[in-house]
DNA sequence: AATGAATGAGAATTCATTCAT
DNA sequence: CATGAATGAATTCTCATTCAT
């Protein structure tokens, strides 16, 4: 029972900062959602920011462990980064609420970020990093600073997942800039556009 | 007089809601860094919401103009697309605030985004489109949705910017991924790979 | 207007402070018996700790002044000393809150004391040393560190006043001890003892 | 063992209701404290206000018993009052919370009293009252209140020890008033003082 | 145009207490 | 006996906003 309480909370939590953000939600919002008392979440973890920071390092952890996964299935540096760039969007298929909860950290400038977490973020950079650096040492891809291209795909998949409403928005305009695409359909076009930018 | 206040208001506003969000921040914070009592700040502006909006706009607008202005000195689509991204890389060396102030507007799906801001917004978009259109017109481009190259620049431009604190705590690490790069050398790797890769 | 906010907040406080103690006491409170608005309290003194030290450093510095007058109203040690006792019993008479306030305040060992406040405290006891030391000087008195008859007159005359209930509570015994006594009997019997006892 | 975890609450609960009084602490606080958990504080203990109140009389009891045993070695009155005295000042150099207690409790008028501990209290009070009385009857002593002495002795005696940090802070001044004494001195000068004041 | 004062509605956090085990 | 979990009711403090001047 106390293990469904707290992943009760931790779940109405994700959900409410993803949607608005560490000050925008309250934690009377996160009870009412999560089904418990507010003292309740209190009981559990000690703080709003604490609890922010355990659904941070929780949701990046199982995002690292998936994309891990995903990634060795695989043997050429090209077949890596897409196997990196397609389970990136399948895992925000899934769950919509990892890239704005992303984006927001990002954009505060990982004020929120416990050292522990930072670590995850680093591992994760990491795999796109060691990618890299098999297609350089093979000869594939041009030299080129590891973040570039991570950023790129950061970039791009959370902010195409992150603006779901948004993208809708502009779908009237006679040019919609093709925003009515699928997430699958980004990734591959991502895919494409990067792989054969850092061909030799 | 009067717009000395109301600029020290904007340009309060604007690092403020830049740094700590909409939420994150209180009127009450802003008028003192405006040096202005906090009734001043109704009295231009309606509202904390209000007050918001026109940060946005404004700031949308004046960065646009200057995209614009350098995109079309170019002639051919690789030049214009190399002057979007260094228009946009020396924007945000000047003015730090825009990267943060996007990226948390993204993520929050353009809740804040008024109709005037989100046509501003499309026109900078557009300015895109059109130089990829042309592109794709003389043979040089493939064909791709602008959505996906607009990202990848805006994506990895706007982080770069908001995580300058962020990316220094990496740099202890013996792997530090290029993150000590300058915004220059980041937006030339940027330009060479996304040329590269829309190339046909 | 203001100042006349700020002295009912001033008074609310005082009042509640001296009988429930600060801990036992909330801003609810206080703002319901000042008839103002709870943040208005919030306007005025940044805490509830900010206010409670006002309290405390406002009457404390009232209090001195009035003892010190009456005291260089005399000329000899014996009628100062007097003096001194007898103006405490007034004053508290007066003001049935500062007792059970500085006794509280004892108790917890000066915790929520100022450097501003503490000094005042000092130059109360200051007042006291100067008399025994002028007594002892013209061979009138014993030589007995100040403190003691300092803290004899103080802790009498703050539990005789701060006691007013529990006292008759024991006035149904075949003995109450003498507790029916007024605060001006009280002070001169201790007068009498205190001084008595100093003589050589 | 179920004496243990009791005797632990106790003690835990004194120190820290001396310290920072009923309202000040609270129960978690005296749970850590004790190292037992906040439930079985409720199992032997049925309120902290029993609690508090448990912990009152059961100390009062015992300060009397100590006295009593003490004064009622001595036969004339002047050795008796010194013995209160004395057995006063030792029994608060080996329980520095006994005194912010007992300072607390007059200084919010007994609000927390029950009759048996009122009655426990009273019963300290008559000894000097006894004591004062074989004095005036046997010529010795001037007819004065009972009360006076007693608050002058447990005024003076509770306030120095309840203020030991405090007074600390006055010794870098120029005057310390004699705050540097022990707790002996201080008995023995009060002693001196007080029964030189009653003497006929 | 500008400001000090005031406030209603909320926000985070605490706390004494209960209860199932 | 003892405890981890849970909670209703406070409690301190904040905040966007208004208003008289």
């Known amino acids: 029972m106390a293990n469904d309480t707290k992943d009760n909370i931790l779940n109405a939590a994700k959900q409410l900062f993803a949607k608005r953000g560490y000050d925008g939600c309250n934690v009377d919002h996160i009870a009412d959602k999560a089904k418990v008392n507010k003292a309740t979440i209190y009981y559990h973890f000690k703080s709003k920011a604490l609890l922010y920071e355990t659904v941070l390092e929780l949701n990046l952890r199982r995002f690292l462990k998936r994309l891990r996964k995903k990634v060795h299935e695989h043997d050429s540096p090209e077949r890596k ?21 992303m984006l927001r950290e990002l954009a505060s400038d990982g004020t929120h970020l416990t050292d522990k977490t930072r670590a995850v973020l680093s591992e994760i950079i990491a795999e796109v990093d060691v990618i890299l650096e098999e297609g350089r040492a093979s000869g594939l891809f041009i030299d080129a600073k590891s973040f570039i291209p991570y950023f790129m ?40 556009i990067i792989l054969n930018g850092l061909k030799k």
Chains 1, 2, 3, 4 share one sequence.
């Open 81 to 101: 980064l897409e196997a990196f760039v397609s389970t990136y969007a399948s895992n925000f298929a899934d769950d919509q609420q990892m890239a704005p909860l």
């Open 153 to 192: 795909i950061v970039g791009s998949m959370n902010i195409f997942t992150s603006t779901k409403k948004l993208r809708k928005k502009f779908q009237n305009n006679d040019n919609d800039f093709g925003f009515a695409a699928t997430i699958d359909e980004t990734a591959q076009e991502l895919s494409r």
